[in-house]
């Protein structure tokens, strides 16, 4: 049996076998910080594109005379979906900020990782399906002759349904992402291999 060290110089003991601090390498925090700081920008492509397909699906009013996009239930959707995706998206982008600029994430780590991974997942999936009807009413009207007696009309939700799959596109690829801290997580115990 080892007997304990004794104390150099007046120094503390704090080497002890029992207390291992961890090691921080400058260059893992970097690359994280700019892992994070991806994730931050497709956030805020996302949130960009899915405000600009609710907006445009908002404004989209004509006369009395033209079709409106409230009588149609599957641009409800779109305005539904998109709105919800921007509404996460700018939660989303506040936790990201906080665990840039704080270093640890806004629930705990576990939480975070599978909140963040989970509703990414779900919220892709929602755009995907209002986009894909949007699609199909549009084009439905296109072959019933609405189009021709409103062109604006259904050129502004062509351009609505665009965006929609735009956002479509960047949550997507932030859940790739989110879903490489989740495997990291299970594998290493950290949301990032260090």
């Excluded at 239930?73 to 600029?101: C, H, K, P």
């Excluded at 755009?127 to 409103?150: I, P, Q, V």
Aim: glycine share 6%; proline share 3%.
């Amino acid at each position: 049996m080892r007997s304990p060290q004794p104390l150099r110089n007046g120094g503390d003991n704090s080497c002890s076998p029992s207390h291992n601090p961890r090691f921080h390498s400058t260059v893992a925090e970097h690359k994280l910080r700019r892992f994070n700081s991806l994730i931050l920008v497709f956030r805020l492509v996302s949130f960009s594109f899915s405000l600009a397909s609710s907006v445009f699906v908002l404004t989209n009013t004509r006369g009395s005379d033209s079709p409106h996009w409230y009588h149609y239930d599957t641009f409800r959707f779109v305005l539904a979906a998109n709105a919800i995706v921007a509404v996460y998206s700018v939660f989303e982008m506040g936790a990201s900020v906080w665990e840039i600029s704080r270093g640890v994430t806004l629930f705990p780590e576990v939480l975070q990782i599978w909140f963040d991974f989970g509703h990414d997942q779900v919220f892709a999936y929602l755009l995907l399906s209002a986009n894909a009807a949007g699609t199909t009413m549009a084009r439905t009207l296109k072959e019933m002759d609405t189009c021709r007696a409103s062109n604006a009309f259904c050129v502004q939700m062509d351009i609505a349904i665009a965006l929609g799959y735009a956002a479509f596109v960047f949550l997507g690829l932030t859940s790739l992402l989110t879903g490489f801290r989740v495997v990291c997580f299970i594998i290493n115990g950290s949301r990032f291999h260090l």
